[in-house]
């Protein structure tokens, strides 16, 4: 049969509509307040529709489209559901999804189901402490069941870490979006290897290997553009002269090896510690994210501090050791990565430090001891390691984990009583938050000693002298403490701690986190070992900068009489006068009372206020745009939300107040109350205001800790 001449012409002009060629067809994308008609919840994690990003507890949730996915985190991880599609035709090459969340196949996932079997499953990217909650495109070919009946269900039968999954945007589509493992192999010629970052991007698994094994592997914010906020800088130097190859799954027109620069220095090395919002005299890493302080020790005439490190990005993740040198507590020089993660995912966590002056471990001898750490290997429990350079280098010992339980954060202590060596550690067992303390002759070999209840998380643990005790106080107490900075003080045998007081005593107020004091302090005024402490002052995120969080400024920590006994005080360490810009101070005022508000100092960047104040008498620090108010009625300190309670039976109390450009921090009544305050000064506001009333006071100007 022919067809008529017109019907020819219009089927010889209409090409067919070639598959690939033909729109998506969107399944749910999950924008509205329900997850839309025919969708069917059991159990509790999927709440009634949608969530709009993170949920309470949760860390930030990205790559996402729209305003709204697929979360079923709702009330934590030990909530469990389903929540299934109504029937769909499959008319298309690929379903294609978004999904991030936890790694438990069959656990928590999303299915599709013919015939109602699984006949495709994926899962999230993470099973194990650390990871990130970016979604990603996962793609089903699913050519086999064109034209079948098929169901989506997406499951959280998971209890506990990571027990959630994400989902979001469901679309058949004849166009595969999962992303593709691009590689690039260079010849490494030089020390560094730089990749750019954008704050927002997706999150991109990456590797480097070399001679097959990977030596790096680590999730990053990759500009896959080029055009990254900065570069973040990965030492190589242990490669140098082999070929390395870097992987990663990325979008197929992306040019991966466009994006990684070889180079013998550290990116934008000229410009660092001069962005304009970077802190003048507290501890900020040069680049990355920085969290809780750990191994802190005085070795070989220097302070050595270590800490929580994500040399990829700006925000928490990769958790590496950092490592920063210093002979004076504040000019600062890092050495770069000192604790690699053994694996992805198996993150170098929080943990201590000790010079092992005995030998006792025999990794070093007795003229040459050696630096030993212990630190939570998230794969696999308490490990240490030990250094015989100084910190730069370390080894693992051979037959790490040497405590393995539900818990994190060992401190190393050395009990000279008992000759041996505690660690005290955050333990969970029986579902309670308790400080265990395990002993060890030698670092290596550990046995449970005991428990006590009521600590979370990054404990410190030394012997502290206690100064101008009164006629019923003993010569020196023991202290312990949690990440919160609140503390007990008792008697230690050497196996269990006996506290002196049920409730906890607190010294910090504000943000003040997982603070430690360094090990082998040197002796300080009247030959007693100083106790210097650093904490992570939480809280600003410095906007525009390479950087993100800071330590608190160090403190020289001292256990002295008290009319309710002996208490915890903090005072700035005496090393701080050395960033006093002159030897006078910019501003002096004695019994000042400011009816109206009044200038006491100008054109001020980072500075410090030493002076008096009248029990009795209220005031008001305007310290360059942030207000310190003192609330007689109340007998309190006020800053940025933050209160601390002053008792000055004196009738008067001594002020110190350090002001930078990330942070306000508060010494008062002769230190036994102090607070961390985070605050980014108003850029057009540079002086010290007072209204109220002081006694007496003077101001200094501090000039940068990272000038050369």
Known sequence: MRLPLPLLVCAFLTPAVRAEDRKDVLVADFEG?????????????????????????????????????????????????TLTSPELTIDRKYLNFLVGGGKHPGKTCINLLVGGKVARTATGPNDRPGGSEHLDWHSWDVTEFAGQKAVIEIVDQQKGGWGH?????????????????????????????????????????????????????????LATDGKGDFRATSDVSAFKGKKLTVEALLPADVKLAGLVDQSPRWAEADELYKEKHRPLFHFTSRTGWLNDPNGLVYADGAWHLFYQHNPFGREWGNMHWGHAVSTDLFRWKEEGVALYPRKYGDWAFSGSAVVD????????????????LAYTSTGRGECVAFSTDGGRTWTEYDKNPVVKHAGRDPKLVWHEPTKNWVMAVYDEAEKKQWIAFYTSPDLKAWTFASRIE?????????????????????????????????????????????????????????????AQTFDSAPAGKGSLPRRVQIGWAQGVSFPGTPFNQQMTVPVELRLLTTPGGPRLTARPVDELRSLRETAEPVARFKDTDAKEPTVLAEN??????????????????????????????KKALTCNGVTAPIDAPAGNFLLHVLVDRGSVEVFADNGRVAMSVAAIPNEKNRTVGLGGHLDSGSVWRLKSAWEK
């Open 33 to 81: 307040r329900t997850y839309g008609a025919g969708w069917k919840t059991t159990g509790t994690a999927f709440g009634p529709g949608p969530a709009a990003g993170a949920l309470p507890g949760q860390m930030s949730v990205s790559g996402f489209l729209g305003k709204g996915l697929v979360n079923s985190f709702l009330n934590g991880d030990d909530s469990t559901g």
């Open 165 to 221: 999954i994400n989902v979001d945007h469901i679309v058949l589509s004849d166009t595969k979006k999962q992303n593709e493992l691009l590689t690039a192999t260079l010849d490494l010629t030089q020390s560094y290897l730089l990749l750019p970052v954008k704050s927002g991007a997706p999150v991109r698994r990456v590797r480097f290997l070399v001679g097959g094994d990977v030596v790096r592997e680590f999730d990053i914010e």
């Open 357 to 372: 002056n005995g030998n006792t471990s025999g990794w070093g001898t007795k003229e040459k001891p050696p630096l030993v």
């Open 454 to 514: 009521g600590f979370f998380e990054c404990p410190d643990l030394f012997q502290q002298v206690v100064s101008g005790k009164g006629p019923s106080d003993p010569r020196s107490r023991w202290v312990l403490y949690g990440a919160d900075g609140k503390y007990l003080l008792g008697d230690f045998d050497g196996k269990q701690f006996k506290p002196d007081f049920r409730e906890k005593k607190q010294l910090w107020y504000g943000r003040f986190y997982a």
């Open 604 to 633: 001020l960047d980072a500075f410090e206020v030493i002076c008096t104040a009248s029990a009795g008498r209220p005031f008001v620090l305007d310290l360059r745009g942030t207000k310190l108010r003192y609330d007689t009625d």
